[in-house]
């Protein structure tokens, strides 16, 4: 009933910048928090970044300084700039959101937790 649909994934090499979207859509009253998380293969999924509906924002140490997460919520929408990449940055990004929705079924609130699909960033020369 919602979904999130993740672009700008690609190719890139070290040094480079990138920039991620990930937007919202469906029954939805109201998007809170919104998170970026990246998993490599053999590693555990990792908190990139989040921010609140109001901004606020926080950082994994790891991309403090190059990347910057920010957000429009007249579109239900969540960026990742991602600046001065590194390969060990190489994964795929999952955007993450809590999400105030209406149910399809007999329109009352509910609140979840929903994910998008992935979108793969490979940074190499």
Known sequence: QVQLVESGGGLVQPG???RLSCAASGRI???NDMRWYRQAPGNERELVAAITSGGSTDLGD???G???????NAKNTVYLQMNSLKPEDTATYYCNANVN???AYDGIGLFDDFW???TQVTVSS
């Open 16 to 18: 480079g910048s990138l």
């Open 29 to 31: 009253w109201k998007v």
């Open 62 to 64: 790891s991309v403090k």
């Open 66 to 72: 190059r990347f910057t997460i920010s957000r429009d």
């Open 101 to 103: 929705y209406a149910s």
């Open 116 to 118: 998008g699909q992935g």
